[in-house]
């Protein structure tokens, strides 16, 4: 089987240290590094890659497909649109030349009446203008003719004749103007009565609104055109940018997927867990940067101490516990872990239902270390030296002495007791209460019953704050703060027994190595002045050079007598169905 698991290409040491030093992005860049100069790692990545760009593509596919399908149907609208109008103008272009043919003294088809009723209520046509009032001439010929009218009847004895009536012409935009509409005879006698140049100008008019109407449909027509070209470019454009940002977001899940499962192979290794919506280094990868550590410091080391802080000479008892570390496994109890494993219901062997055969020693270690994180140990690197230096004391105190008693004190104004990761993600504080972190070292060290009590003090400074009695933490009295330390120290003394170091890192000033001498006397022990880069040296020296008291072991109760063992070919097969667990 083929594994693709990124992590299983890049090497655990490497990955343990970036993790422990620069968190899961350092881990990301380390994979990214890796993945240059390792072909099998390059491929897992590309294959993951290319995974997740089809299943981002399909989802960029449905979201362009509905720009598509607006794009078609737009299309399809403007076509009808288009053959529609295409249809009116064909009507209009028939009715322009049925309207062309047309006798104008008689009633038009039926299609042409709207627009010849409309021509006909135009205001300013001929027809519809009041006639010019009379010339000179023709007043004074109508004045003469009521002149002979008159004598006429003067001499005349029959009764007058009646004057011919004159017909009343009400113009045809009158009637459009009181709401009367034209009516098939009212329309054929207004055909009538027109004049040739009037039937002539009535055609015009007829003809004119034609044009006018299919020039006004055009311009309707391209209008629609015009914006459905401009709704369909905006799509476009929308899709283009749907289109690019679907591209960045294809690139930014690839990138987030390709990260969430970098996280979940390092959560499935038990190397970083969520705490509080965060990824946060674990115990364990903390644990095995601590054997990095050791290791590379150890490489530093003459050879007797090497040898040393590996151990003496076996005492030959073991006695049967439960794993706690993984350097046991070699001194595994096979049946009696598979026997455990069966009772709990799993059907393989894990740390919870191990058993191994762990030496037996007779002495008992409790270790205090107390560092100074005040603010100045954040310069030059030392509190990161301090803190890589204490986790591989850390590791060789547990790897020689599996039940050994460690306190990590961090102390700057208050003193706080650590854990291994809470070490390692230790920060800079305020100033140095060197006296309150003997006081704490003193109380644990006071009631302990280990026959082997160590310290370490390492500081890179002078005592600089102290705690009143108030329980109030005070500052800038560094003369109090150095009686006040110097007497936490005396009473420390009266542990027995015990085995102090003071560890002063190198610094310019004379003063200060002068107070770590007179801590270091106080206790009675050693006083120290090293490097950052040295500091895990001298702590391994010092902890491995410690004197060891005789091994004595403890009174283990008699093996039971042997059972014998049954025979024949009924025996056997129990016993094979106990070898494979039935």
């Known amino acids: 089987m083929r594994s693709d698991d990124l992590l299983d290409a890049v090497d655990r040491a490497a990955l343990i240290r970036a993790l422990a030093e620069g968190g899961v992005e350092a881990a990301r ?3 990214a590094a890796r993945a240059d100069e390792d072909g099998e790692l390059k491929s897992r990545l590309e294959r993951l890659r290319e995974r997740l760009r089809r299943q981002a593509a ?3 596919a449905e979201r362009l497909g509905s720009y598509d399908r607006q794009v078609a149907e737009l299309d399809a609208l403007r076509q009808r649109s288009d053959a529609e109008v295409a249809q009116r103008i064909a009507e209009l272009e028939e009715r322009l030349r049925r309207a062309r043919s047309v006798d104008w003294s008689k009633l038009p088809p039926t299609e042409l009446w709207d627009d010849v009723e409309r021509a006909l209520l135009v205001p300013e046509a001929s027809w519809n203008r009041p006639a010019p009032p009379p010339g000179l001439f023709a007043r004074l010929r109508a004045a003469f003719r009521r002149f002979i009218a008159w004598l006429k009847h003067l001499f005349s004895r029959s009764a007058p004749a009646p004057p011919p009536r004159r017909e009343r012409t009400v113009p045809l935009a009158a009637l459009a103007a009181d ?6 005879s009212e329309l054929g006698e207004a055909l009538a009565r027109l004049s040739a140049p009037q ?3 009535l055609a015009g008019r007829v003809e004119g609104r034609l044009k006018s109407r299919e020039r006004d449909l055009a311009r309707e027509a391209e209008e629609k055109r015009r914006a459905a070209e401009a709704q369909r470019q905006a799509l476009e454009r929308e899709r283009e940018e749907a289109r690019r940002r679907a591209e960045q977001e294809t690139s930014r899940t690839v990138r987030d997927a390709e990260a969430r499962r970098l996280e979940r192979e390092l959560k499935e290794r038990g190397f970083v867990a969520e705490r509080g919506g965060e990824l946060q280094v674990t115990y364990g ?12 410091t150890s490489r530093q080391l003459p050879g007797d101490v090497r040898l040393s802080l590996r151990g003496g000479g076996s005492t030959g008892i073991y006695e049967k516990a439960r794993l706690r570390r993984a350097e046991e496994v070699a001194h595994l109890d096979v049946p009696s872990s598979l026997l455990e494993a069966r009772m709990t219901g799993s059907r393989h062997i894990d740390e919870s239902t191990s058993f191994v055969y762990r030496e037996i020693t007779s002495e008992r270690v409790h270790v205090v270390v107390a560092f100074d994180r005040s603010g100045s140990m954040s310069e030059g690197g030392k509190l990161d030296a301090a803190k890589k230096s204490l986790l591989a004391l850390y590791v060789a105190i547990r790897r020689r002495y599996p039940d050994a008693t460690i306190d990590v004190l961090a102390f700057d104004n208050a003193v706080q007791a650590l854990d291994l990761v809470e070490l390692w993600e230790c920060r800079p504080g305020a100033f140095t209460n060197t006296a309150e ?3 704490a070292a003193h109380l644990l060290l006071q009631g302990s019953r280990a ?14 704050a102290y705690t009143d009695e108030l329980g109030q933490v005070r500052s800038g009295q560094l003369d109090v703060a150095m009686e006040r330390t110097l007497e936490r120290a005396r009473e420390l003394a009266t542990v027995s027994p015990l085995r102090s170091a003071v560890i002063l890192l190198k610094s310019e000033h004379p003063e200060y190595e002068t107070a770590a001498r007179a801590i270091a006397r106080t206790l009675g022990g050693e006083m120290v002045v090293t490097e950052p880069t040295h500091l895990g040296i001298e702590l391994l020296v010092r902890w491995a050079h410690g004197t060891e008291a005789e091994r004595r072991p403890r009174s283990i109760p008699p093996s039971p007598p042997p059972v014998a063992t049954p025979r024949g070919p009924r025996a056997r ?5 106990r070898r494979m667990g039935g």
């Open 29 to 31: 860049a380390l994979v």
């Open 199 to 201: 039937q002539q100008e």
């Open 573 to 577: 097969r129990r016993r094979g169905d």
């Open 58 to 60: 399909r989802q960029v």
């Open 437 to 439: 972190a003997l006081r």
């Open 179 to 184: 709401g009367r509409a034209i009516g098939p």
């Open 285 to 296: 990868l903390v644990e095995r940067f601590a054997r990095l550590l050791l290791e590379e």
């Open 451 to 464: 026959s082997r009590r160590e310290l370490f003090l390492i500081t890179d400074g002078l005592p600089e």
